[in-house]
C-alpha cells in the first residue's frame, strides 16, 4: 500500500448549474484518522462518494489506495471499506448473515468469511446481537454491525460517512475507541461528520463549505491559528463569516 492513502487536485463535482464540490484538494497519509467536516449540504457526501468510486468527478484528479479515483474506480471498491449515513444492511437477515452475504459479493471462501465473522464478532463485541435481525436492532447495534460489514474483508482504508448519526454519546465514545485500534493496525480512516467534539479524535481535519475546503490541519493547530477556545467555537467563526459574507 502506498504511504499516501488519498491525494486529490482540484477536485469538482456539477449536477446541472450546481456545484456540489468546488475544486477540493488535500492528502490523507496511511494509518492517519482524517476527519471531513461541515454543516449538512457543504458537500461531503459527495465528495466521499468520488473518492470510492461511487460517483465520476466533473473535473480534476486523485488517487486512492494507489488507484486513479477515474480509470480505477472497481480497485478502489475492492480496496476500500464504505459506511454511508443511511442504513445499509438488509433489516430481514442477521448481522452473521449480512456479513455472510457481503463476504460473497467481495468474492471471499466461506472459510474466510467465518474466520472474518468470529474476529469482527469479537474485535467490535457483537456477540450478543449478531444472530438478531438487524432491521430489529437498536440504532448504535445497527451502526456496529454496519461498521463490521465495511470491515468484512479487511481494506486498506475505511470511508465513514456520518457514522454516528443518530446515537447517543456514549455510544459515539466507543465507536471512536473501536476506530483508533483500526488505525493502530493500520487501517487509514477517512471520516465525515458535523460533531465538532468528534473532530478531536482526528489526527488532521478539514473544514467544508458550499463545496469549497476552508480551512485544514490539526486541531490544536487550528485552534491556536485562530486563537479560538474549542473546534465548535472555531467552525462557528470560519462557516458565520463566509456566510455573512455571501462565500
Known amino acids: 500500500m502506498t504511504e499516501t492513502a488519498v491525494r486529490v487536485r482540484d477536485l469538482s463535482r456539477q449536477f446541472g448549474a450546481f456545484t456540489a464540490v468546488d475544486r477540493i484538494s488535500l492528502t490523507v497519509a496511511r ?7 461541515g454543516a449538512n449540504g457543504a458537500g461531503k457526501t459527495t465528495a466521499i462518494r468520488m ?3 461511487l ?13 486513479d479515483i477515474y480509470r480505477q474506480a472497481e480497485d478502489i471498491k475492492k480496496s476500500i471499506g464504505y459506511m454511508s449515513q443511511k ?25 474466510v468469511v ?18 438478531r435481525p438487524s432491521g430489529a436492532l437498536p ?13 468484512i474483508h479487511q481494506p486498506q482504508m475505511l470511508f465513514l460517512d456520518e457514522p454516528t448519526g443518530g446515537v447517543d454519546p456514549v455510544f459515539r465514545r466507543r465507536f471512536w475507541q473501536v476506530l483508533y485500534r483500526l488505525a493502530e493496525e493500520g487501517v487509514t480512516i477517512f471520516v465525515t461528520t458535523h460533531y465538532m467534539d468528534e473532530a478531536e479524535y482526528c489526527d488532521r481535519i478539514s473544514i467544508m463549505h458550499q463545496g ?9 493547530d487550528l485552534l491556536k491559528k485562530h486563537k479560538a477556545p474549542n473546534l465548535e467555537e472555531l467552525f462557528v467563526s470560519l462557516i458565520g463569516s463566509r456566510e455573512v459574507a455571501g462565500a
Open 139 to 151: 440504532v448504535g447495534w445497527r451502526q456496529r454491525l454496519a461498521l463490521a460489514v465495511s470491515l
Open 87 to 111: 442504513f445499509s444492511l438488509y433489516p430481514d437477515l442477521t448481522g452473521r448473515e449480512n456479513m455472510r452475504f457481503y463476504g460473497a459479493a467481495y468474492g471471499l471462501k466461506r472459510t
Open 212 to 220: 469549497r475546503i476552508v480551512e485544514r490541519g490539526r486541531p490544536p
Open 51 to 53: 473518492l470510492c468510486g
Open 31 to 37: 494509518g492517519e484518522i482524517f476527519g471531513f467536516l
Open 114 to 131: 467465518n474466520d472474518c465473522i468470529r474476529s469482527l464478532s469479537e474485535h467490535l463485541s457483537l456477540s450478543e446481537f449478531i444472530d
Open 55 to 67: 460517483l465520476m468527478p466533473t473535473a480534476g484528479e486523485g488517487e486512492v489506495v494507489g488507484y
